[in-house]
């Protein structure tokens, strides 16, 4: 399988634990981004890396997050102390400078918060 | 910021119809237009990729069409298929150029 990979597809966490996502991209993708899509909505923007370098993070990205790609290959995404509100679907998506950057997504990592 | 509209927000039609999908967006200073599909519980697969230098895109059943002087896209489906039912959902780069600013999608009912 070549497309984008999300691991766990699933988890359920008690309000105040840490979590940590797992996406890896599409081999020859040096862009790689992070969305949050909560019931009814579109995803919204999180956070995007070039190769290893993290360039730009939204202001929905509070300090209890933390994003990481080392050596420009597979990205964590990290919740500290997580809250209710942070139940939603968490979407890795990558894609190829020179390519229009077209987006291709992962499946989702669904994240439920008791 | 870029914002952008998808009307209608639910569409149920009889299985062979053709049907257009409806994207509006603010900033018509895109450089592409991009078009999802997402069934529930999943993740979003591409289906058209629009470069602002076209006016349309073809796959298959589906036409994309791009008006970015009145900040417009339309996707079409022509003799639609209950396998077709998902949502939809256009998406446009932000200022940055990078993230992408989605609809919140059309959900779409094909019925036998």
């Known amino acids: 399988d070549t497309g984008v990979s999300q691991d766990p597809r699933h988890k359920i966490t008690k309000r105040g634990q840490n979590v940590t996502f797992r996406c890896d991209p599409i081999?020859?993708?040096?862009?790689l981004y992070w969305y949050r899509q909560t019931l009814g909505q579109g995803p919204e923007f999180l956070t995007y890396f070039q190769n290893e370098a993290q360039l730009e993070k939204s202001r929905l990205l509070s300090d209890r997050f933390s994003a990481e790609r080392p050596k420009g290959s597979f990205s964590t995404l990290e919740i500290q102390r997580t809250e209710q509100g942070d139940s939603a679907m968490y979407l890795c998506?990558?894609?190829?400078?020179?390519?229009?950057?077209?987006?291709?997504f992962g499946p989702g990592t669904r994240l439920t918060v008791l | 910021k870029q914002e952008v509209t998808q009307i209608p927000a639910a569409l149920s039609v009889p299985e062979g119809e053709n049907l257009v999908l409806n994207c509006s967006f603010t900033d018509s200073a895109i450089y592409n237009l991009q078009w999802f599909r997402q069934d529930p519980g999943k993740g979003l697969t591409s289906l058209l990729l629009?470069?602002?230098?076209?006016r349309e895109q073809t796959s298959g059943r589906l036409n994309a069409s791009l008006d970015k002087s009145s900040g417009r896209s339309t996707l079409y489906i022509a003799a639609s298929q209950p396998g077709d039912s998902a949502t939809y959902l256009c998406?446009?780069?932000?200022?940055?150029?990078?993230?992408?600013?989605f609809g919140k999608g059309t959900s779409l009912l094909v019925t036998p």
């Open positions: 629009i470069q602002s230098s076209q």
């Open positions: 998406a446009v780069p932000s200022n940055s150029g990078y993230a992408l600013n």
């Open positions: 081999s020859e993708h040096n862009r």
């Open positions: 998506a990558s894609s190829f400078a020179g390519s229009y950057n077209e987006q291709f």
